[in-house]
């Protein structure tokens, strides 16, 4: 099950006090809640770090506003409880038509086939149903045709589980009102625009015994006559288990649980912790989760509502990812698009080792589709080795030799392999581990990476490109990201080596712009044995510090790898920060320059901290116009300075790549 968390990592630095002069964060903290961080981690990930738990449970001390519970129910079907040669049960079997689906029509051909005599079994070149059949003429004929007939996914949300809550006061009303008329359909409009997938042609119909939600005996997918115009289910409801355990803070859960005859997801649920869509004043979530409909949320949000609407639709984005087959578990039952076969067509059970160091025996996908690596530093981590999500990342890194798309390296409980993108690679990708303060984006890699279940046509169109490490090269992904303390060429605009520390009450971190150049935040950077509350320092394969083998960037999950991650403030955000003293101030007239606008961008200077200006990208002649007041200045080159006229503040143009990625 993947989950989705709040995680507030509030850390003090030993013997720091607040200071009062400007130039210092409002609140020596990392990661406040919401306002800056959302961690994606899987449950039983936090479980397994006791340390991470005491730091949450210590920090989090306000009793839940709710009544947190699982409606008795039987345990829904996970899969992981799946085997690949398991009969498929005749309620999963889906309607695609009068003509049927593409790998029914490919199936019935080999059937037709392997009924031949002997002598004539080699017709068409095919001798043996297993044998390669991508050259096949009537293969190619068949799935072309398929091809013509995908369409946009249907979603199909039952809300009876969550909408009981709108009965318990206003306030959970407004959370519940919030979640369906804003959250929902903003995710499902961008899964849809998405992708596409051979359309159900009847109503359907969803096994009880498998996805046990919703109401049995009113809930339209559940009845015989099933749901028109859907082709995958989402039961959505509130308040589970997962949300009561104290150690962490949980804001979604989500897991796929029905599946037709062809392995393609079909149902899933996902769940929303209330109480972690309700801090007060201090979240932006509440005060837009107002009841009049008829205003568009756009026009009516101040900057602070937009950030927390735009992490609450990327959360659920995320989450129905995993349902639609992000996951390691899924990619045993991945089909390939251009055979309409099985990508593992004999499955092999045996003993793997986990990312946990447990050993289990279990079913695994073939080396064609997940494989095990090692890093230069002998970091191991399994790798999505799939033929189009291979081309992405060669594409993404400018780096073709990469073999594949890193898993995350870090236990994961359950989950044998992982089932994120890894983020020291992957820090921007909505799919990767972490989600929050640095702006995150659907991009290719996880469309192509269901490109390769062979369920859906992905439209690439849809799909933003990740700045992160965006044409960096080779060494970008083999080497460290930071080498004897210093940044490399390759790593400039990703990583920082600014220590997050204060002497005499004075902030002497860094801030500077995320790697989107939408934002700024500080440098979290820090020396772990100077922190207040134990916390595992980064181990010898993840110390990048010469003779500071304490000193690394706070999240784990990016090896320990600094980033500009801490209290991050996006350029519409500046001004609020700015009137209440929780950024500090440039030169007057470089102040008066800098803009919130929607196309502003984040530019790193020489001063105090960046500034915001408007910014456009020149795809044509690949360079950036600035403008800073009634001047334009150009970008031609990455690194290249200029002086903001009338003051003595240089900005640094960014890697061109970065914040122009088309």
């Known amino acids: 099950m993947s989950v989705i968390m709040l995680v507030p990592l509030v850390a003090h630095l030993l013997a720091t006090s607040r200071p009062a002069q400007a130039y210092t964060p409002v609140n020596p903290t990392f990661f406040r809640a919401y306002e800056d961080f959302l961690r994606i981690i899987d449950s039983d990930t936090a479980r397994s770090n006791p340390q991470r738990g005491r730091f949450r449970r210590h920090l989090v001390n306000k009793s839940s506003r709710y009544l947190h519970y699982d409606r008795p129910r ?14 498929i049960e005749e309620t999963r079997f889906v309607n695609y038509g009068g003509n049927g689906h593409p790998y029914e029509k490919i199936r019935r051909l080999r059937e037709r086939r392997t009924q031949l005599s002997v002598g004539d079994a080699k017709i068409a070149g095919l001798q043996e149903p297993e044998a390669d059949i991508v050259n096949d003429p009537e293969v190619n004929r068949i799935i072309s045709e398929g091809n013509a007939s995908f369409r946009p996914l249907r979603i199909h949300f039952d809300t009876t589980e969550l909408d009981q809550w709108s009965f318990q006061s206003t306030r959970s009303a407004a959370r519940v009102n919030y979640l369906v008329n804003h959250v929902l359909p903003r995710m499902a409009q961008t ?7 051979i359309p159900v042609a009847e109503n359907l119909r969803i096994d009880y015994n498998y996805c046990p939600f919703g109401d049995p005996l009113t809930s339209p997918s559940l009845q015989p006559e099933g749901v028109p115009n859907a082709d995958l289910v989402i039961y959505v409801t509130a308040n589970s288990a997962v949300c009561t355990d104290e150690n962490f803070k949980v804001l979604a859960s989500a897991f796929s649980c029905f599946w037709d005859q062809f392995e393609r997801p079909i149902a899933g649920t996902i769940d929303f912790c209330l109480d972690m869509i309700d801090q007060e004043d201090e979240n932006p979530i509440a005060d837009q989760a107002g009841l009049n409909e008829s205003k568009s949320a756009e026009t009516t949000m101040s900057p602070e509502e937009d950030k927390a609407l735009k992490l609450a639709v990327g959360t659920a984005i995320h989450e129905i990812g995993h349902v639609l087959g992000v996951t390691s578990s899924d990619m045993l039952f991945f089909y390939d698009s251009k055979t309409g076969h099985p990508r593992t067509p004999t499955p092999i059970e045996k003993e ?20 095990e690596r090692y ?33 995350e390296n870090q236990p994961t409980g359950e989950d044998c392999f992982g089932s994120h993108f890894d983020e020291r690679y992957f820090f921007t990708e909505n799919l990767s581990a972490v989600l929050g303060g640095v702006p995150e984006m659907l991009s290719s890699l996880t469309l192509g990476l269901l490109h390769d279940s062979g369920w859906y046509v992905p439209d690439y169109s849809e799909a933003m490109i990740s700045p992160f490490g965006h044409n960096a090269g080779c060494e970008f992904v083999e080497d460290d990201c930071i080498v004897d303390g210093e940044i490399p060429e390759y790593s400039k605009g990703s990583f920082c080596n600014s220590e997050y520390r204060f002497d005499n009450g004075k902030f002497m971190g860094a801030i500077g712009c995320d790697p989107t150049h939408t934002s700024m935040g500080i440098c979290d950077l820090v020396d772990y044995g100077e922190l207040g509350l134990t916390y595992t320092p980064p181990s010898e394969k993840f110390q990048y510090f010469p003779n500071r083998p304490n000193l690394g960037g706070l999240m784990d999950r990016v090896d320990y790898c600094p980033t500009f991650s801490i209290d991050t403030a996006t350029c519409q955000e500046v001004p609020g920060r700015l009137e209440k003293l929780l950024l500090p101030q440039l030169e007057y007239f470089a102040t ?6 929607y196309n502003a961008r984040c530019f790193n200077t020489d001063a105090a901290r960046p500034i915001c200006l408007e910014a456009e990208c020149d795809d ?32 640094e143009c960014p890697k061109i790549a970065l914040i122009c990625p088309k």
Request: net charge neutral.
């Open 74 to 87: 039987h345990r829904p079907k996970r899969r992981e409880d799946i085997a690949p040669f398991d009969p």
């Open 191 to 197: 899964w849809s625009s998405a992708l596409a997938v």
């Open 592 to 597: 008066e320059v800098e803009s919130s606008a």
């Open 375 to 407: 890093t230069k530093r002998g970091v191991r981590y399994f790798e999505i080795t799939l033929p189009t999500v291979r081309q992405v990342v060669r594409n993404q890194f400018n780096c073709q030799r990469m073999t594949g798309a890193p898993l």
């Open 352 to 371: 793997v080792v986990c990312m946990t160091g447990e050993k289990k025996v279990m079913w695994v996908p073939d080396e064609t589709t997940l494989a």
């Open 620 to 651: 044509t002649n690949f360079l950036v116009n600035v403008k800073v007041g009634t001047e334009t200045l150009t970008c031609y080159f990455d690194g290249q300075t200029h002086l903001i006229p009338g003051t003595d503040v240089t900005f």
